[in-house]
């Protein structure tokens, strides 16, 4: 029996040299994510949840896929497995989208695509539209920042919706992707908003009219909750994160059920990552190109100090999580430790030094500490303000105002000791009276 490779090999392997299907799936994580180097085993269960849920996405494209994959892995018909072969097609995607000089379109990746395979002229014509679709669907899988429906015959692209599996799987509105396939894939992710990057300070009106004071005791899900009627859905798509409607009926805030990922990229290699490479392509009609070297870190950190922020900081919050939202939150089952880590517990201990990196404070700057989350999160502080109290329940449990709030105890405390004691002193005349009757 000839000897094992070693796993090192499994990095640059081609079209002879197929890695065993646990290994494909390591690659292909550390494809999307980056390699620390290290062991961060206090991820793994929450990448499995990354794993399982990019699984089912590829299984929802098994009937208009298998095709096209028998296609390009003609040449191995040994490998029938069709996720080993969506795998590992997803990986080469990955890699070759983070190995372009240039912000690539989808087009230029089918083309490479269509190299690396070696199809033929008249295949990739049949096939084309079909490697579109593919391209735009592994992003999505393997960024987690959308989720992507069958294509319609007629479009370009597939339909980007969203999914929640709070109480069962049930899909929110659809929004069709219009926009060219020539496009470089992040300018037009960003044109869709699949990308929530913002322009920095000096070239947008971050505040748009709202304060940019973000305090834990105004902005903690147990006041937006209790005063403002919020309630979560818990999704998969990472560019929902913190979208809150303050109009609709159903007073909804979505929230990004997997952290880990978030975490993976971000203590990741200092080479750029996949997600990097997409956030990289920052252009707009302010001409700001003064972008940093890494966007999708920073992103990502601020999508981490969000959960302290709401449920973390504050411990009514926390107590909230743990006893209401954990089962919400877990998808087929799993909970994402981290999530239950930064949302129900006072400290983020075992976390390969995540909690250093947060920055935690009882006063934010949106515009400093969530410079692209915080348009989201000043909407949801101004909505919280403007909530009043509707019952000397909702008053007493009104921690927005510390101050306001303890010299309302204090009158509520003060004043029921003095009817207590004045009760208490009639009872007692009442007594001295009746015994004097009877002396």
Known sequence: MAPRRPARMIRHHTLAYLPSPNDMRVQFINTCCGNSGQQQHSLDEGLKIFEDIVEKRMLEYESSMTDLLNM???????????????FRTATKIVSLIRSSTEQPSIDDIVKLLCDYFKVSASNMKIHENEMRNLVFAVIGWSTMLYTVTSEAEDSDLPNVTETQFTNGPAKLPVVLVKHSCQRPVGSMLRSQGLMPIACLPAYRKSSQGLPTRLTVNSLNFCSLHWLGHVKITWVNDLSSHCEFDRHGKIKQLKLFRLPSL????????????????????????????SIPESVAKPYLAEVLLSYRLLFGQHQASRTHFVKKERGNAAWNDALDPLLYALCGQDNVYGFDGIEEYLCERGVYDADISFPHLGSRLMELADYSSSQRPTSLFEVWRDQRDPEKLLTFKAVIIIGAASVALGILQVFVGIVQIAVTIHA
Do not use: M
């Open 262 to 289: 978030c975490a993976k990229i971000f203590l990741g290699d200092k080479d750029e990552t996949f997600i990097d490479r997409l956030f990289k392509s920052h252009s707009c009609q302010k001409n700001c190109w």
């Open 72 to 86: 390009l892995w003609a040449s191995h018909p040994k490998l029938t497995s069709y996720l080993e072969r969506q």
